[in-house]
């Protein structure tokens, strides 16, 4: 069984900093990109920041120049580091890894509240 494990998420007051962490246990398949994504109650999943087996990064352009996006691919982990975060009701963060012929795989997802 594939799981993509995920910790590190919480109560952050405004401006302030919460890191997240994602690692894939289970199975030995290739991951060829790997990040997370974010959902709001209401709204839709958006993409936050992935990196693939290259070291190519992408980033919602809300989140560039605060949230950092890291990895270790013989861990098979990746790493969201985020700071300067805004106010706002909880939004949850989901883990989220895509292998060989379209093969993926979501975490649970971990919820990150951002006090008033």
């Known amino acids: 069984q594939v799981q993509l494990v995920e910790s590190g998420g919480g109560l952050v007051q405004p401006g302030g900093s919460l890191g997240l962490s994602c690692t894939v246990s289970g199975d030995t398949f290739t991951i060829y990109n790997m990040g997370w994504y974010r959902q709001a109650p209401g709204k839709e999943r958006d993409v936050v920041a992935t990196?693939?087996?290259?070291?190519?990064?992408v980033e919602d352009d809300s989140v560039k120049g605060r949230f950092k996006l890291s990895r270790d691919n013989t861990r098979r982990t990746v790493f969201l580091q985020m700071n300067n975060v805004t106010p706002g009701w909880l939004v949850f963060y989901f883990c989220?890894?895509?292998?060989?012929?379209?093969?993926?795989?979501w975490g649970k997802g971990t919820a990150v509240t951002v006090a008033h």
């Open positions: 990196i693939d087996i290259s070291g190519n990064l």
């Open positions: 989220h890894a895509l292998g060989r012929y379209g093969r993926q795989n």
